[in-house]
């Protein structure tokens, strides 16, 4: 393996490789140990370069975004972690009125599962009341690569009038873990908006996908099963109300502001509707559970411990590992299994760990 890695990193740009890079550096939670190689991607066309020739040579590759929704293990990751680091918005035609029509036709609706509970607790905002429809609006293709980060590609497009992402402000991220994991904000999620995903296919090769190939759900895409690399994707964004999508998305990053930064987001999945009813919760949150089921507010484990501000965010208190941070998850799925029967599942991509280190908790 040396003689392979070494290949790549002959060919790598010494100005943005790291060789035992920690992984921490690139989380949003600070936790994580070395990549083997670390390397950011200048372009897309390095990119795919980089990653064909690591593949060629059968060194492991890693994908990572903006790393806000990544648990990585304290013994890191073997072989070669990249980033995209290539950052084109394209701002393409408006799509015409029929094409429009059929787009909203075919657009597949998740039922969604966000739920406040407004009533007691710590988990206080609401959104609903920031909530309109802008299905009336012309569109317009905006073209936009994985490594952009989506806090910028908000209020850039916004400040070019073209709505549609204000629901997601204040969402950590990348446009391409945007669309590995199907993110939502409130009650939108991002496939409403999605055209086509230009992806690097297992074999080498580039591939445009439909929007209906992408196997989108809650929490979920079919990236999450395929060695597929997300490389741009194409989104119909509105020609809408640049004044009320600025609104919108200056409130929402308010509201959303008291939700712990130094973590890996909503810890866990949340309940399903009918567990829900079974059980008589106020709502599906697994903040709720946390915090008035099992009582585990201010649970800590090392540094790891579950967030006062939001009970379904464990955050990183100073110095904790990803085993603290396993631990917390452990403790809390055991405590709710105790309390409800339920088995709760973790939502956050677990990356590096031996299988015998997660296999009890995912
Ligand atoms: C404070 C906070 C608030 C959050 N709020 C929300 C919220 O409201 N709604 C929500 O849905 N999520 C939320 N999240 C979770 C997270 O922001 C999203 O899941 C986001 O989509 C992750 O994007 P990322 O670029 O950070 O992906 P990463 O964490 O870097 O990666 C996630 C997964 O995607 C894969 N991946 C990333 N890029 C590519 C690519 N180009 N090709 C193939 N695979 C790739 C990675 O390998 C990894 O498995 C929150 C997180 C935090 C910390």
Redesign the pocket.
């Known amino acids: 393996m040396e003689t392979q890695y070494q290949e790549l990193i002959n060919k790598l740009n010494p100005k943005y490789l790291k060789l035992n890079e920690p992984l921490a550096l690139h989380t ?1 939670v600070g936790i994580g140990g070395p990549a083997d190689i670390w390397y950011e991607a200048q372009s897309t066309p390095e990119f795919i370069e980089v990653i064909n020739l690591a593949r060629r040579l059968q060194i492991p590759v ?9 648990l990585i293990s304290d013994e890191g990751i073997r072989g070669l972690v990249i980033k ?1 680091g290539s950052k084109n918005i394209i701002i393409g035609q408006e799509v015409p009125i029929k094409e429009t029509e059929e787009l909203e036709e075919e657009m597949e609706r998740i039922e969604y599962r966000w739920a406040s509970d407004n009533q007691k607790g710590t988990f206080k905002y609401e959104f609903k009341d920031l909530d309109y429809d802008e299905s009336n609006q012309p569109r317009i293709e905006v073209k936009i690569d ?1 490594g952009v980060d989506m806090a910028f590609a908000i209020n850039f497009l916004i400040t070019k009038g073209i709505t549609g992402l204000q629901w997601y402000a204040r ?4 446009m ?3 669309i ?2 199907n ?3 409130g009650t939108h999620f991002i496939n409403e908006l999605v055209k086509s995903v230009d992806v690097l296919s297992d074999n080498g090769a580039v591939v445009t996908l439909k929007a209906s190939d992408l196997n989108f759900g809650y929490d979920k895409s079919r ?1 999450h099963n395929s060695n597929e ?2 490389l741009s994707v194409t989104l119909n964004l509105f020609r809408g109300d640049k004044e009320k999508a600025k609104y919108v998305a200056l409130e929402w990053a308010k509201r959303k502001a008291i ?3 130094r ?3 909503s810890v866990f999945k949340n309940i399903s509707k009918d567990d829900q009813i079974r059980l008589n919760y106020p709502t599906a949150s697994i903040g709720y559970i946390i915090e008035h089921v099992i009582k585990f507010t201010g649970f800590k484990i090392g540094d790891a411990g579950v967030s006062k501000a939001h009970h379904g965010f464990i955050e990183n208190f100073g110095k904790a590992t990803a085993k603290d941070y396993i631990s917390v998850i452990r403790e809390i799925q055991k405590a709710v299994y105790k309390a409800n029967g339920l088995k709760l599942h973790p939502e956050i ?1 677990l990356l590096g760990f031996k299988k015998e280190e997660i296999s009890d908790i995912i």
């Not at 890693?62 to 990544?70: A, K």
């Not at 969402?171 to 990348?174: H, L």
Request: a positive charge; aromatic letters at 12%; charged letters at 5%.
């Open positions: 949003t890693t994908i990572l975004g903006r790393g806000s929704n990544v995209n994985s969402i950590p991220g990348n391409g873990g945007w590995y994991n993110v939502h904000g990236f690399v997300i939700q712990p930064h973590s890996t987001g991509f």
